[in-house]
């Protein structure tokens, strides 16, 4: 069965670096996705993205966060600068976009920041 | 907007009990409603969805759940737990529309005793 695959599973940084999230998802898709997950809480919506911009954003999505579909595989979520509360879970989604396709989720990046 | 609350954060059920978990939505169109579990330190894998089509819904490792409009509910059950159903689930929620994003709920998590 297809995946999201995302790399890497746990990734350490200190507070003010720039770090990227990397994720692959199923060849076919054409929409993608950022959720985050804070320890302990829901897990919530980031971004979205088709035909190479963002379609919807949060408002938990601000000037610190990119998106970017490099190359014809890989979809990264980067933060400029991070926080202590960027701490979590991250996790990236695809789905087709057709009706009742569904998302698939990858099995997420908890990301540790120090 | 849309939203989804669960009722009960933590639920604990005997093994070969029924379980019964919980969820209400609001949407002001049409719902595509989506129970997914989370294992420990794991992603999110989808058990079951409604896409507006027959209102019970059956999904993988024996869950099923039942759209009920006229409650605004989306319970997930299944006959007999299992240890091996001990997770968090998540009730989520989408206008259906193709790039839309998803709304989660808060969380359950299901305890299985012994």
């Known amino acids: 069965e297809p995946e999201v695959t995302q790399t890497p599973s746990h990734q350490v940084t200190q507070m003010g670096q720039e770090v990227i999230l990397r994720c692959v998802p199923i060849s076919n898709h054409l929409y993608f996705y950022w959720y985050r997950q804070i320890l302990g809480q829901k897990v919530e919506f980031l971004v979205s993205?088709?035909?190479?911009?963002?379609?919807?954003k949060s408002e938990i999505f601000d000037d610190q966060f990119s998106v970017e579909r490099p190359d014809g595989s890989n979809f990264t979520l980067k933060i400029r600068s991070t926080k202590l509360e960027d701490s979590a879970m991250y996790f990236c989604?695809?789905?087709?976009?057709?009706?009742?396709?569904?998302?698939?989720f990858g099995s997420g990046t908890r990301l540790t920041v120090v | 907007a849309q939203s989804v609350t669960q009722l009960g954060s933590h639920v604990s059920v005997s093994e070969g009990a029924l379980v019964l978990l919980r969820c209400n939505y609001s949407s002001s169109v049409p719902p595509y409603l989506f129970w997914y579990v989370q294992y420990p330190n794991q992603g999110l894998q989808l058990l079951l969805k409604y896409t507006s089509a027959a209102t019970l819904v059956k999904g993988i490792n024996g869950f099923e759940a039942e759209f009920k409009k006229s409650e605004t509910s989306f319970h997930l059950t299944k006959p007999s737990a299992h240890m091996s159903d001990a997770a968090e689930y998540f009730c989520a929620v989408s206008r259906g529309q193709r790039d839309d994003k998803i709304i989660f709920g808060k969380g359950t998590r299901l305890h299985i005793l012994p």
């Open positions: 993205f088709y035909n190479n911009e963002i379609s919807e």
């Open positions: 989604a695809s789905s087709g976009g057709r009706e009742g396709y569904g998302y698939t």
